[in-house]
């Protein structure tokens, strides 16, 4: 029943601007022809699971089938598909639905007990398998698709069975994932937002890095001929597999799931497990996930990239784009396996996870000019804007923590003799003022290719004193009330404030208009 491979339940924004049903098979072809532009059902945290997920499924087909020309048409994807699964000619591995649980059915591996008697949980609508976890059902409510597709089933079980952490006990997460309240990032550059150019870049991609994996990863994918799509093989819920019977392509599932239809409405049963699918919690995730950055802890042990609750800040993002001692890019952000010369853009997601609790889903475009693209091509001219992006992450800290936090706790502490800095209240000033150095530090450190240093160095440190001479204005807005003292703390801000400044940053005062009578302390 809803067989992926023939019947049209997968619902996409075309081109022309009609939505369109198709088959999976169709959904390859759309987006070989560029004729898609949007999936209806699918929501912002499924993006890079759907995307991997196509992604992966094509060049494993590809693969296979010894790595023939693009298919444009549906019949063609069809033959590649169908050869991932050639055990199964009715294609009870596409079908969301199979009676006999002793086949498989889409991202649902066989039961070998046959029947779904340990399957004692029940799931009415697909957002309540999907990966969310919210406090207290406040942040976005579950069970809030009523009257469910069969696409919002389908990308509820691809973000479940491949992005899914630990979750309580016999609950285990993903294998491309580092601990077990980690993320699976998806972090790369592509072409346009278009999807179809995304899938193509990246395919193409996937396909030169496929050599490249067995000397990376010497202990793992030892098998001639990897198993790919784990949902094919059995799972009692007591066996881990081996990375080196799988594909180093291989489409995962964490979890014992089988749906089923009464009364033609879906709905999902899922069973624990006493082990996770498969035994690689000593790899920390680094098993060459084309879209996963590494990086080295404190004891220089190298993890794959967990997102925290900042998410994708300029910090981060400068080390993953720049590269540093701590990082290793992902794969998916060479730019060598594209022709384009113009501009690209930096791609970064992934939904940060705690104990219990999703700690929000996370974004991160940066555009890349072409001169950008080619500047960090160059080992040697990279590691120059590097030092450049440290130093400023540095100075941005410095105008943070020893110029506005100070000024404004001045101001809340109504002047004391001595600050209290444990004080949280100047935090939401603190949050805006590095929001705005956000927005603003790429573009101002892409204008250095075009600047002298000391230009360059002149322009920064005055934009970071423009917005912090900002957020003390709207600060005093705020915390000061009427009264006498009032004028006395703003003075006594001021005071901190500049005082400070030019202190950590003596260049401003000797800038030329960089200091009025009002800000002489």
Known sequence: MYNLMTDPVIRVGTATGAIEDRSLPGVLAGLVRDEILSFSALQPHQSHAWHAFLVQLAAMALHQA????????????????????????????WQLVVEDLQHPAFLQPPVPEGNLTGFNKHYAQPDQIDVLLTAKNHDLKTGRIQSPRPDHWILALVSLQTMEGYSGALNYGIARMNGAYGSRPGVGIRPNPLPGSHFRHDLALLQRYRDQIPEEYPDLYRAPSGTALLWLLPWDGQTSLSLERLDPYFIEICR????????????????????????????????GDPWTPLCADTSLSVKSLSVKVKGFDYPLVANLLLGSEEYRPAPAQSDRQTGSPGEMEFLARALSRGKGITEGYHERRVPLPARVRAWIGQPEQRQSLAAVAKQRVEECGVMDKKVLKPAILTMIQEAPDKLNFQDRRADPWLARLNQQIDDAFFPALWRTLDQSVEQAKQEWQALLRTLATATLEEAKKSLIGGGARRYKTFAAADRTFYGSLYKQFPALRNHAGAATDEENP
Do not use: C, H, Y
């Open 66 to 93: 010894e790595n023939p020309p693009l298919p444009g048409d549906e019949a063609g994807w069809q033959q590649l598909l169908r050869g991932l699964t050639p055990d199964w000619p009715n294609d009870e591995p």
């Open 256 to 287: 014992r799931m089988r749906l089923t239809s009464r009364s033609a409405r879906l709905g999902a049963f899922k069973a624990t497990s006493e082990a996770a699918r498969i035994a690689a919690k000593e790899f920390n995730g680094v098993l």
